[in-house]
C-alpha cells in the first residue's frame, strides 16, 4: 500500500502569514492530487499535478518526484483559507486515490 | 451539470437495520467510488467500480454491497447495519485518462452523506 504522510498534523497562523503543508509518499506514482475540505463540508480538488509546479491564485503547489514529496503553499493568508488540506496519490498501478489524514489549517485574523 | 450527487445527506439507522446509499454522476464518468472518512484517518476505499456492470473491492468492504447497473449510478448497500459503520460516506467519480495531465483525470467527490448508527 502506497503510504502518504502529511506534515504538520495541525497548524495555526495569522492572516496575512506565508503557509507550507508537506505531503510525503511511498511509491510511484502517475499523479497527486491536493483537496481542501471546510468544516461539515465536502472535498474540492485544488490540484491534480505530476511534475512541476502549479499556482492558482494565491495557492502553489510543487512535486519532487525523485524525492516523492510535495508541498501545497498559501501566500497572504486568510481566515477563509482556514479548512482541512489533504494529499492524496494514485499509484501506477491503481485505480484508487490513497489519501493523507489531512492538515488542519486555522487563520485567525 | 449537477456533478456528483449523494442521497441521502443524513440517516440515522439502529442497528441491524439496512439501507442503500445512492450516488449519481451526469458526466459520463466510468469509474466511480465509495470512501468513508472517520476521525483521524484518511479517506479509506471501500469498493469502486471501472465501468457499467463491474464492480470492486477496496481497501475497507466488509458490510457493505455495491451495484452499478447504470453507468452513472452506484449504489453502496449496508444489509446489517453496526457501530463501526457510523462514518462519513463520499462518492467520488472520473473518467478515463489519457495523460496525468489530462482535465479528464480529475476525481470529482460528492458533498457527502453522514451515517450514524445507533
Known amino acids: 500500500k502506497n503510504e502518504v504522510e502529511q506534515s504538520p498534523q495541525n497548524l495555526t497562523a495569522q492572516e496575512g502569514e506565508f503557509i507550507t503543508i508537506n505531503c510525503s509518499y511511498s511509491v510511484g506514482i502517475s499523479a497527486l492530487h491536493w483537496l481542501q475540505q471546510h468544516p461539515g463540508g465536502g472535498i474540492v480538488s485544488l490540484f491534480m499535478?505530476?511534475?512541476g509546479k502549479k499556482k492558482h491564485g494565491r495557492l502553489i503547489a510543487t512535486i519532487n518526484i525523485q524525492e516523492k514529496h510535495s508541498s501545497l503553499h498559501i501566500t497572504a493568508s486568510h481566515p477563509r483559507d482556514s479548512a482541512v488540506y489533504i494529499c492524496a496519490v494514485r499509484s501506477n498501478s491503481g485505480y484508487a486515490l490513497n489519501f493523507g489524514k489531512g492538515t488542519s489549517l486555522l487563520v485567525t485574523p | 451539470n449537477a456533478g456528483v450527487t449523494q442521497t441521502p445527506k443524513f440517516r440515522v439507522l439502529k442497528t441491524g437495520q439496512s439501507m442503500t446509499l445512492l450516488c449519481a454522476q451526469d458526466?459520463?464518468?466510468?469509474?466511480m467510488y465509495w470512501y468513508r472518512q472517520d476521525p483521524g484517518m484518511g479517506l479509506r476505499l471501500i469498493h469502486y467500480?471501472?465501468?457499467?456492470?463491474?464492480?470492486a473491492k477496496g481497501e475497507v468492504p466488509d458490510g457493505y454491497n455495491v451495484s452499478r447497473l447504470k453507468k452513472q449510478n452506484f449504489l453502496l448497500g449496508l444489509e446489517s447495519a453496526a457501530p463501526s459503520q457510523t462514518s462519513v460516506y463520499f462518492c467520488a467519480s472520473r473518467n478515463d485518462y489519457r495523460t496525468a495531465n489530462d482535465p479528464s483525470y480529475e476525481q470529482y467527490f460528492g458533498p457527502g452523506t453522514r451515517l450514524t448508527v445507533t
Open positions: 499535478l505530476s511534475s
Open positions: 458526466m459520463n464518468h466510468e469509474y
Open positions: 467500480s471501472v465501468g457499467e456492470g463491474t464492480t
